[in-house]
């Protein structure tokens, strides 16, 4: 995205903000409260439109161009904070169900299914680690599970991007680590751009850390780079 705008009620939630993402890239994005980390996101995924700039995905899809579903359409998707798995539904089931709402495979609902599409879930379930899981109804899962499950949700839309918001709220020391491994696992085959206020866990996970303020990036480079750059300290500490 490039010089990227987007103003509520003359208040400039972004401003002028250009952000690049590698094919593949695991970036984490950080910033304090209002910086625009929402915002950026909801651009993304075509919720708000920016009053100017420009937003591509790849080089000829333009995303201004799309409308919500057909930006999802083509591959980029949203973990919300809050798991939104189908708790009287098993593991399996929720998984089942994200395969038969990929509209490729729109005439699946009607079928059993295939082995191909067995093996993709049996794929789905070792990559977030609840193979044991499967015939558990969701309800049952912990918050964590809950979590890694919405990801598997995903998953078998096979995306292209995963925009991913604040993953590790309410999990457990363990939960959190295994966050991390999943979220490593997964790049590469996917370019996945995580929001996270945890420091620690952002230092377990990422490569590369844009920071936010003010709607515009501040600065992006390691995490040791951004944690030692004075901007981003005043920034944090609001000296
Ligand atoms: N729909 C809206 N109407 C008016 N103002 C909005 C709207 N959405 C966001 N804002 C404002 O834009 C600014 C950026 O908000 P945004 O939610 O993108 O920040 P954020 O970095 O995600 O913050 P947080 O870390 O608290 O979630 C904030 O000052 C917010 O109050």
Known sequence: ????????DGFRALNHLSLYIDDGELRCLIGPNGAGKTTLMDVITGKTKPDSGSVFFGQTIDLLELDEPAIAQAGICRKF???????????????ELALKTDKRTWPTLFHKLNSEQRDRIQD????????????QLAGALSHGQKQW???GMLLMQDPKV?????????????EVERTAELLLSLQGQHSIVVVEHDMEFVRSIARKVTVLHEGSVLTEGTM??????PRVIQV????
């Open 149 to 151: 499950l919405e990801i």
């Open 236 to 239: 944090y500490l609001g000296g």
């Open 1 to 8: 995205m490039e010089d990227v705008s987007v103003s509520f």
């Open 124 to 135: 789905v379930l070792q990559t977030i680690a609840l193979p044991a899981q499967q015939r």
């Open 224 to 229: 040791d780079e951004v944690q030692n750059d």
């Open 81 to 95: 904070q809050k798991p939104s798995v189908f708790d009287a539904l098993t593991v399996f089931e929720n998984l």
């Open 162 to 174: 995963m925009l991913v918001d604040e993953p590790i709220a309410g999990m457990t020391h363990q």
